[in-house]
């Protein structure tokens, strides 16, 4: 029972910041704009929040640890929306083909990121800081069978941040007028602009908050697992499209998908500890291998049934209305 717990509490490692990028992901295409840029915008974000743990580190602040992370993924979050102004300018005003822009930020992101680190530490490649963040326990709430050492021992405050983003995004998107006219832009922007909806403005709101969620989400990523940052999140932004496209754009499958591969990416990380698959001797990049090549399978079998936002990717020209 102890080894099926922790294992649980790892997958929310893995879960939670490929929940809040394909979140991201998500309203940018619901507005009709493909975002590919994910990948770029979270080592951009993780990049300026763990300079900012860093130097608030090295300046010995008072600042509570959790309160000083919570102004990280801020200051991650803003950049990672100012790095898709780039995004959003090129595909929304210039009407460029939004793959191409997407892969520019893409390979600008982590050259800048390696220039910038070794410019700052004098060839280091690396900004180093000290995890201070992890949550050992949360009184009573740890006493809670099952749940309680899953999510309230040796959690982060990001878990509980990840949940609430979720929850927040099924209300924004189902329950708001807002929600309604981004969802429109995506499906039809000429209905949408006929009824008096801007899809220029509702299309650059679904790429900043893509942007947003995506710099915290690569902060998210890089807090439990390690002390350092090299500009590389594992491909986790590629992920979370594909994670996107297997939960059919819909908040809810999209968390339903990120929890199967963090369970997957757990299972990789930590088949040692399980005897059933630890018995079976195979090599470890064998098991490093099986959350990819099952997340390749499932969107084989699943990718014909899911259904894009119509407009998603189509530069809107109001003449042709």
């Not at 989400?217 to 350092?228: E, Q």
Request: with cysteine.
């Amino acid at each position: 029972m102890d080894i099926i717990l922790n294992v649980l509490n790892q997958t929310l490692v893995f879960t939670i910041p490929l929940l809040v990028v394909a979140l991201g992901g998500m309203f940018s295409e619901r507005s009709g704009v493909v975002n590919i840029a994910l990948e770029g915008i979270m080592i951009g974000g993780a990049f300026v929040g763990v300079y900012f743990i860093y130097s608030m580190q090295l300046a010995n602040t008072s600042l509570n640890p959790q309160l000083l992370l919570i102004l990280a993924l801020i200051v991650a979050g803003v950049f990672g929306a100012l790095l898709s102004l780039l995004h959003a300018f090129a595909a929304i005003n210039l009407k460029a083909d939004q793959t191409i822009s997407g892969t520019a930020i893409n390979m600008l992101a982590p050259g800048l990121g390696l220039f910038l680190a070794k410019l700052i530490f004098n060839g280091n490649s690396s900004v180093p800081f000290s995890n201070t963040f992890r949550i050992h326990e949360i009184p009573v709430l740890s006493q809670i069978p099952i749940l309680g050492p899953i999510l309230f021992k040796g959690a982060y405050i990001t878990t509980y941040l990840g949940i609430i983003i979720l929850i927040l995004s099924v209300i924004f998107l189902n329950k708001t007028r807002a929600g309604l006219r981004l969802r429109a832009c995506g499906e039809n922007p000429q209905a949408a602009d006929a009824a008096g909806v801007s899809v220029y403005k509702y299309r650059y709101i679904g790429v900043l908050l893509s942007g947003f969620l995506g710099g915290i989400g690569g902060l998210i990523y890089i807090i439990p697992i390690s002390t350092v940052f090299n500009s590389d999140v594992g491909g986790y932004g590629f992920l979370a499209l594909a994670i996107l496209i297997f939960g059919n754009w819909q908040p809810y499958r999209i968390a339903a998908a990120s929890l199967f591969f963090g369970i997957m990416k757990t299972l990789a990380y930590t088949y040692t500890a399980i005897p059933f698959l630890s018995a079976l001797g195979f090599p470890s990049v064998v098991y490093k291998l099986i959350p990819y090549i099952a997340t390749l399978i499932l969107l084989a079998f699943t990718s014909k049934n899911s259904a894009a936002p119509k407009a998603s990717g189509i530069p809107y020209d109001k003449s042709k209305r």
